[in-house]
């Protein structure tokens, strides 16, 4: 599977997509309540397929759902199902359940294979109007889906998973593993002696975003003003995360070209929330790991995790020492046992490539998937 994204272009048509997401946004608060009321009623979970035929069936009679294919309405169904299915899955976690969304914020809908249609270079048909994108790349293979999404400037994105026919790229083998470390001031420390800085654009993006919120939060609710400061707001958050997203695909390029192996430790978020406090949203480690993931498997390389209590921070590089606490403002500490001088995150990026290389040695490699625990 694959994802493209095209950005259509604005034309005062595209009204009817956004007016067509509204209506979706409806249907979905519909069946919220619908869900809600039957586990009031009957103290069970609602059948999704049940669920469907009844949506469908209502969506005959009302004109104003018609706004969005049928298709659309099945996906939000479906939508609403896997939002269920995550919550009976890791409630103990804190997972909540799906909940009601304001419309004017509902993003999306997506269609399947009927209800659409491609004319030309770059038209598409929805319903019985066409709308125009920017084709910024050839869309290959069988499409899956087509979502129409809007983003909060208000601007209308198409995103089309196909299936992915390409095989892998050709492998490129260094035959070397290597251990990462992240960290806040250093994004990730790496055991084969670099290391790679923060950005620093993120660090002043982050200065002009705070202004332009404190400038958003003064202005009278509801006032024109308001509006041009949450614009504005908006288009410095989309700058820096496409920004970061930028570096972050080029940082996995050039590591999963060095190495065939990299190891690093199950982020656990919430501990670091708790350590660091609101930074690390901002590094969203989350995110590199994903992309790492993607282009590793592309290139044939291996993402592996480390157990996240595993104290790499604590053991000894050199001697396997583990000492009783290691507190967090220290950054070298001499080794009671060989007298080694450890750096932290270096000893720690080398415990983790240790861990890592015997996890693939026994043949017991723990895949990426729950790479993060909420
Ligand atoms: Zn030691």
């Not at 604005?10 to 009321?37: F, P, T, W």
Request: with cysteine; proline share 2%.
């Amino acid at each position: 599977m694959k994802t493209l994204k095209f950005k259509l272009y604005s034309h005062k048509r595209n009204k009817y997509l956004k007016r067509s997401i509204n209506v979706a946004g409806v249907i979905y608060n519909h069946c919220i309540a619908l869900h809600k009321r039957y586990y009031r009623l009957f103290g069970k979970h609602l059948n999704c397929s049940r669920l469907q035929s009844h949506i469908a069936k209502l969506r005959k009679r009302k004109a104003f759902w018609q706004q969005v294919g049928s298709q659309a309405v099945q996906d939000i169904c479906q939508r609403i199902e896997k939002a269920y299915q995550l919550f009976f899955k890791h409630h103990k976690k804190g997972v909540r359940p799906p909940n009601f969304k304001k419309v004017k914020k509902y993003k999306s809908f997506t269609l399947k294979q009927a209800g659409y249609k491609f004319l030309g270079v770059n038209r598409l048909k929805i319903g019985d109007k066409i709308y125009q994108f920017w084709k910024s790349r050839e869309i290959e293979g069988a499409i899956k889906t087509l979502t129409i999404k809007r983003t909060p400037l208000g601007e209308l994105f198409m995103v089309v998973v196909v299936d992915d026919c390409s095989e892998l790229q050709i492998r490129s083998t260094t035959g070397k593993i290597a251990g990462f470390d992240f960290g806040l001031k250093t994004f990730l420390t790496c055991s084969e002696g670099f290391d790679i800085a923060s950005p620093s654009f993120l660090k002043q993006s982050l200065t002009s975003l705070k202004k332009a919120s404190r400038h958003h939060s003064k202005k009278v609710k509801g006032s024109n003003n308001r509006e041009q400061a949450r614009l504005n707001l908006v288009r410095k958050y989309e700058d820096v995360s496409n920004r970061r997203s930028d570096w972050f695909w080029k940082l996995a390029h050039d590591l999963t070209d060095k190495f065939d192996v990299l190891c690093f430790e199950t982020l656990n978020l919430k501990g670091m929330h708790r350590l660091w406090g609101r930074k690390i949203s901002d590094l969203a480690f989350g995110e590199f790991l994903q992309i790492l993931e993607w282009v590793g498997k592309k290139k044939g390389k291996q993402v592996v995790y480390i157990d996240r209590w595993y104290p790499s921070s604590k053991t000894c590089s050199c001697c396997g020492h583990i000492l009783e606490s290691l507190d967090l403002s220290v950054r070298r500490w001499r080794c009671p046992s060989c007298q080694a001088e450890n750096d932290r995150d270096i000893n720690a990026s080398i415990n983790i490539k240790m861990v890592g290389a015997s996890t693939i040695r026994l043949g017991d490699v723990r895949q990426a998937l729950p790479a993060i625990s909420v």
